[in-house]
């Protein structure tokens, strides 16, 4: 039997000053549209379960008669089959609305329940064989993907000794002061600027994931309102930030080395901060194929370790700086241990609490 209630890309917009027009939704003309709106052929003789992703106070309307609004931040199934009932058509077809009261909703998360059928298959039967229809887009996904692989490959070609130096597990694991010192090129280097590229738009690429699934952070949409379904945007938004943060953190870690009297401890500390990031932001592309693998199956658990992976990669690094600084000099000295909470500690709380606690 074929699976006739489905919920589709076509996403429209009320356009404004004209009421009842309904238009095509496109994320870059739309991103200032709170409802999106959909019209839906539904048959009765048949379940119509569609599964989203919502953050907290999401609505859903249909011809305008509100059947759900979203308690909290999960991800959730409902059958609209079961609320089409009192509800009269338009022309055979329903009005699902979309809405949230301060943000645009994520359309990209719904998606469609694949039909299955109730009675017990007789033998010799063809199996009931159903195409889920999946509109969650991951084009945008695979594509970055390919280009961070392209481009770890490229590095591996034209600068060997670094990439060997840099991802060798022997090297990673010792961490000497002296071989620490020893490892790193100047900051401008060709090969540190393109090192430190691919590990933003691994973890750029890993965040965006993240955020595809619940609900923005506030602080990004202030700065630069993005629509979820915007997922290209969202990677390059978060590609330049993580990027501007690695580099411009030794001209920080340089005004507080000066504050601090501790300018001798900058070059050791940016040094073993470069070299257990991007050894551990490796493994990041590893993380992102799971995702892509398996995130419709298990979401939940799929976001889980998504969001351990990014915070171990910050929470490892941060405690592999302490560690090199403390094999030069003690970190139970307070005033060592309070630099290193201004320079790298409070840094660590503000990202987790941007990138993984705030949705």
């Given at each position: 039997m074929e699976q006739k209630n489905t919920i589709?890309?076509?996403?429209?917009?009320?356009?404004?000053?004209?009421?009842?027009?309904?238009?095509?939704?496109v994320a870059s003309m739309h991103a200032d549209y709170n409802a999106l709106h959909q019209w839906l052929p539904i048959t009765q003789a048949q379940p119509f379960n569609i599964a989203f992703t919502a953050p907290k106070d999401l609505c859903l309307f249909l011809n305008n008669r509100l059947i759900f609004k979203a308690d909290s931040t999960a991800y959730y199934t409902l059958d609209l089959a079961k609320?089409?009932?009192?509800?009269?058509?338009?022309?055979?077809?329903?009005?699902?609305?979309?809405?949230?009261?301060?943000?645009?909703?994520?359309?990209?998360?719904?998606?469609?329940?694949?039909?299955?059928?109730?009675s017990v298959q007789e033998p010799g039967e063809r199996p009931l064989s159903v195409k889920v229809r999946e509109y969650v887009n991951q084009n945008a996904f695979i594509i970055f993907m390919l280009l961070i692989g392209l481009t770890y490959g490229l590095l591996r070609v034209n600068y060997p000794n670094d990439f060997k130096n840099l991802f060798d597990p022997n090297r990673f694991l010792r961490t000497s002061s002296q071989e620490t010192l020893q490892f790193s090129k100047p900051i401008g280097a060709v090969s540190n600027v393109l090192f430190v590229l691919a590990f933003s738009l691994s973890l750029a690429l890993l965040i965006a994931a993240i955020h595809t699934n619940v609900q923005h952070v506030r602080l990004f949409n202030r700065l630069f309102p993005v629509?979820?379904?915007?997922?290209?945007?969202?990677?390059?938004?978060?590609?330049?930030?993580?990027?501007?943060?690695?580099?411009?953190?030794?001209?920080?870690?340089?005004?507080?080395?000066?504050?601090?009297g501790l300018g001798g401890l900058v070059q050791l500390q940016y040094q073993e901060f470069m070299r257990s990031l991007l050894?551990?932001?490796?493994?990041?592309?590893?993380?992102?194929?799971?995702?892509?693998?398996?995130?419709?199956?298990?979401?939940?658990?799929?976001?889980?370790?998504?969001?351990?992976?990014?915070?171990?990669?910050?929470?490892?690094?941060?405690?592999?700086?302490?560690?090199?600084?403390?094999?030069?000099?003690?970190?139970?000295?307070?005033?060592?241990?309070?630099?290193?909470?201004?320079?790298?500690?409070?840094?660590?709380?503000?990202?987790?609490?941007?990138?993984?606690?705030?949705?």
């Amino acid at each position: 039997m074929e699976q006739k209630n489905t919920i589709t890309s076509n996403w429209l917009v009320q356009r404004g000053g004209d009421a009842g027009q309904l238009v095509p939704y496109v994320a870059s003309m739309h991103a200032d549209y709170n409802a999106l709106h959909q019209w839906l052929p539904i048959t009765q003789a048949q379940p119509f379960n569609i599964a989203f992703t919502a953050p907290k106070d999401l609505c859903l309307f249909l011809n305008n008669r509100l059947i759900f609004k979203a308690d909290s931040t999960a991800y959730y199934t409902l059958d609209l089959a079961k609320y089409s009932g009192g509800t009269q058509p338009v022309e055979g077809k329903y009005l699902l609305t979309v809405w949230h009261p301060v943000q645009q909703p994520s359309v990209s998360s719904f998606r469609n329940v694949p039909f299955v059928k109730d009675s017990v298959q007789e033998p010799g039967e063809r199996p009931l064989s159903v195409k889920v229809r999946e509109y969650v887009n991951q084009n945008a996904f695979i594509i970055f993907m390919l280009l961070i692989g392209l481009t770890y490959g490229l590095l591996r070609v034209n600068y060997p000794n670094d990439f060997k130096n840099l991802f060798d597990p022997n090297r990673f694991l010792r961490t000497s002061s002296q071989e620490t010192l020893q490892f790193s090129k100047p900051i401008g280097a060709v090969s540190n600027v393109l090192f430190v590229l691919a590990f933003s738009l691994s973890l750029a690429l890993l965040i965006a994931a993240i955020h595809t699934n619940v609900q923005h952070v506030r602080l990004f949409n202030r700065l630069f309102p993005v629509s979820e379904a915007d997922i290209t945007t969202k990677i390059f938004f978060y590609t330049l930030l993580i990027f501007g943060v690695v580099v411009f953190k030794y001209a920080f870690l340089k005004l507080m080395g000066f504050v601090f009297g501790l300018g001798g401890l900058v070059q050791l500390q940016y040094q073993e901060f470069m070299r257990s990031l991007l050894f551990l932001g490796l493994f990041l592309p590893l993380v992102m194929l799971l995702y892509l693998s398996l995130n419709m199956m298990m979401p939940d658990a799929i976001l889980l370790i998504s969001s351990l992976a990014v915070s171990l990669v910050l929470v490892i690094t941060i405690l592999r700086v302490f560690y090199a600084v403390n094999k030069k000099v003690s970190v139970i000295n307070l005033h060592l241990f309070s630099y290193l909470c201004a320079t790298e500690v409070i840094p660590l709380a503000i990202m987790l609490e941007l990138i993984i606690f705030n949705y």
